[in-house]
């Protein structure tokens, strides 16, 4: 693989991610909840950082830019129609368009829904979408700013990547997902399976994501609203795909 992925925890159950280029100096950190758990993984690998992707606005995925930005000298990407919530961009990049890291493509895509300005990053070279809050772990954020309509479409757009994606999303929130999952369809054998791989994972310390677009397909209640046996559990058998997707996100508020 040209490329490495480094999974870097921070806070209380955020999650960071460095994308390296191991032919090159270049060194992409997407999202940044803290800054000293980032620092202390580039200095133990040795590594210089040059860029800053941002997926949204929260404090959780931004408090830490400055900190990283004054030791590192990194440069900010975000999204441009979201710049007034973001800290200060040396890069404004609009959803739909692609720009360079290390020679090839990071294709910015719109994923409204948990914020009106979330986009995730797609690096095709690197075989991973860093989808922050918007697509998760056996899940998808909390609905605050935008409608089920225009989040199940951005569900639509991560989940017509190539299935061998990585999904890097920004929480271990994994477990707690997957018992949601389990409530749905208590009877599937690969959310059964999924459940007892991540407890030992867990168990083991191990962060859980990225995990597979396909093994999101198969396991997240939340891209599955389209489908009869989904519909069927929820009790909405001749409902729209985004109502059945209202219906799982208002579930699994209460849950």
Known sequence: MRFELVTVPCLADNYAFLLKDRAGGACALV????????????????????EIWITHHHADHIQG??????????RVTGNAADAARLPPLDRAVTPGESFDF????????DVPGHTVGHVAYHVPAAGVAFTGDSLMAAGCGRMFEGTAPVFWE????????????????GHEYTASNLRFA????????????RAEAVAQMRAAGRPTVPSRLSEERQTNPFLRASRPAMKAA???????????FAA???AKDRF
């Open 65 to 74: 830019v400055a900190e990283v930005v004054a030791a590192t000298g990194a």
């Open 154 to 169: 951005s569900l639509q757009r991560l989940a017509a990547l190539p299935d061998e994606t990585l999904i890097a999303s």
């Open 102 to 109: 290390a020679g090839e493509a990071v294709q910015v895509i």
């Open 234 to 244: 929820m009790g909405m058998d001749r409902a729209g795909d985004a109502q059945v």
């Open 182 to 193: 389990l409530s749905l369809e208590p009877d599937d054998p690969v959310i059964k399976s």
């Open 31 to 50: 999202d940044v909840p803290e800054a000293g758990p980032v620092l202390a993984e580039l200095a133990a690998r040795g590594w210089g950082l040059t």
């Open 248 to 250: 799982i996100r208002a």
